[in-house]
């Protein structure tokens, strides 16, 4: 029987970009994923895992540097009982200047090469893994498996790619029926955050941590072992901490504490994770959400508040007060196609929206 750990899409070295973060809070999160990247490495070791295979995406090419992988060389070094195996992505490509090439590993790491599938063997475990690095950023080959044979005499036979399942993808665009047809025990892919196992053969690793608010779910890794032709695989959560999305719908009878009370009784785990929260409905015109915001923040490890919400406005007052003006005749307009219509509702509140707005900014 061997033992394996499948991981991938680490992005060592993400400066988190698409996301909403400032300076301290995206530093501290690269700092995350090179301890959550850690404890896999220490897992597969403590664990007694055969193989460590890493389905690309290790790291960064743009900000990773010489630095970042010297210390990612001490720490598979220090894994040595666990035979660590890269199929490098778009992401950590083998170019010609790749980091990669700048170190000297251990006799445990095995990397790919670029040019095309190979195939590392493990004699003394009766096993043969082949592997795809890519040498470039984007790989449009859907002929990838049609002249390469994978026929061997090891008992074992895995497989370690970086690809995109789907006919139309930039990045190397693989064919599930394909794989499926394969004459392998295992598969393990890369490339898509999401983990997702298609058979007990074919799998998706997804990221060990969420990277952004897209990435919502556990994240973790693949965990599985193959003895006698037979593979079992299973998903392992693994990730420090989550992003999560909630709506709350609100409305103009809440009171600002009403709201406070909604915000910070969320579920979830609100000392760990990353909340996005989306306020929905009609408020008090007097309500400030940016003041809630602050108000919220030392109950959160992370939140961001996102305001879909209109103010509540006294129509009568205003239709007194405006009489003679644009707003007056946009509000008795609007009451006369009927307020009961929440359609008509939403409409006139976006635009006394935008005219008071307007008033105030000029």
């Not at 995206?26 to 664990?47: N, P």
């Not at 970086?162 to 598969?187: A, V």
Request: with cysteine; hydrophobic share 35%.
């Amino acid at each position: 029987m061997i033992k394996f750990v499948h991981t991938g899409d680490i992005h060592l070295g993400l400066q988190f970009n698409s996301v909403t973060f400032n300076r301290d809070t995206a530093h501290y999160r690269r700092a995350e994923l090179w301890s959550t990247f850690k404890r896999i490495v220490d897992y597969s070791q403590d664990e007694d895992m055969d193989f460590l295979l890493i389905a690309g995406d290790l790291f960064e090419s743009k900000y990773f540097t010489l630095g970042d992988m010297m210390r990612l060389r001490d720490i598979f070094k220090a894994a040595e009982d666990v035979n660590i195996v890269i199929a490098a992505g778009n992401h950590d490509y083998l170019g010609g200047n790749s980091l990669y090439k700048k170190v000297e590993w251990s006799d445990n790491v095995h990397i790919f090469q670029a040019g095309g599938i190979s195939k590392i063997d493990f004699p003394e475990l009766d096993t043969v893994i082949f592997g795809y690095s890519w040498d470039r950023v984007e790989i449009r080959n859907h002929q990838l498996f049609d002249d390469y044979d994978f026929d061997d005499g090891m008992k074992n036979r895995i497989l370690l790619i970086h690809g995109d399942i789907g006919s139309n993808s930039n990045y190397l665009p693989l064919n599930l029926d394909r794989l499926k047809q394969l004459d392998l025990d295992y598969i393990g892919l890369g490339h898509i955050h999401k983990p997702e196992i298609f058979t007990n053969k074919i799998a998706y690793c997804g990221s060990p941590e969420p990277l952004d608010f897209g990435e919502l779910g556990e994240r973790g890794f693949i965990q599985g072992h193959i003895e006698d032709g037979e593979t079992v695989v299973e998903f392992i959560p693994f990730s420090k901490r989550e992003f999560l999305h909630k709506t709350i719908q609100i409305n103009e009878n809440m009171s600002f504490q009403d709201i406070y009370e909604l915000i910070r009784n969320v579920d979830g785990n609100k000392a760990l994770d990353y909340y996005r929260i989306e306020l929905n409905g009609y408020r008090q015109d007097d309500i400030k959400i940016g003041d809630l915001q602050l108000l919220v923040k030392d109950d959160f490890h992370y939140i961001e508040i996102i305001d879909n919400t209109s103010p509540d406005y006294d129509l009568v007052a205003l239709e007194r007060d405006y009489r003679d003006s644009v707003i007056g005749e946009f509000i008795k307009e609007m009451k006369d196609k009927g307020l009961d219509d929440p359609l008509v509702k939403k409409a006139l509140y976006y635009g006394l929206d935008a005219l008071l707005k307007g008033r105030v900014d000029i």
